[in-house]
Nanobody, 126 residues
Framework: QVQLVESGGGLVQAGGSLRLSCAASGRTIRRYAMGWFRQAPGKEREFVTSISWSGGSTYYADSVEGRFTISRDNAKNTVYLQMNSLRPEDTAVYYC???????????????????WGQGTQVTVSS
């Protein structure tokens, strides 16, 4: 049974920072690209960032480029999302996901991912 568990969400003021973690079990993620997505109330789930299986390439949504950083620690089977300069429009539930195929590059398509975490709430106050 593959499980992804996000943590690190919370309430932060605009301009602040948070670091999200996604711990995987039941799947050794070192062969899988990983992604972060988010969903705000009343909106569709949207791509935030992803990292290739090797960690050698990353892909960011325009809205977070330069503010967010994705990284992975394969020894800990964990993926991270460092979020700086947070804005109220970043408020959402953040989900991590594992690509459905091994040895893939970083992708933005939600259909490329087969396992998802339960999400962690990030709220940015103005």
């Amino acid at each position: 049974q593959v499980q992804l568990v996000e943590s690190g969400g919370g309430l932060v003021q605009a301009g602040g920072s948070l670091r999200l973690s996604c711990a995987a079990s039941g799947r050794t993620i070192r062969r899988y690209a990983m992604g972060w997505f988010r969903q705000a109330p009343g909106k569709e789930r949207e791509f935030v960032t992803s990292i290739s299986w090797s960690g050698g390439s990353t892909y960011y949504a325009d809205s977070v480029e330069g503010r967010f950083t994705i990284s992975r620690d394969n020894a800990k089977n964990t993926v991270y999302l460092q979020m700086n300069s947070l804005r109220p429009e970043d408020t959402a539930v953040y989900y991590c996901a594992s690509h459905r195929e091994i040895f893939q590059s970083a992708t933005a398509n939600v259909r490329d991912y087969d396992y998802w975490g339960q999400g962690t709430q990030v709220t940015v106050s103005s």
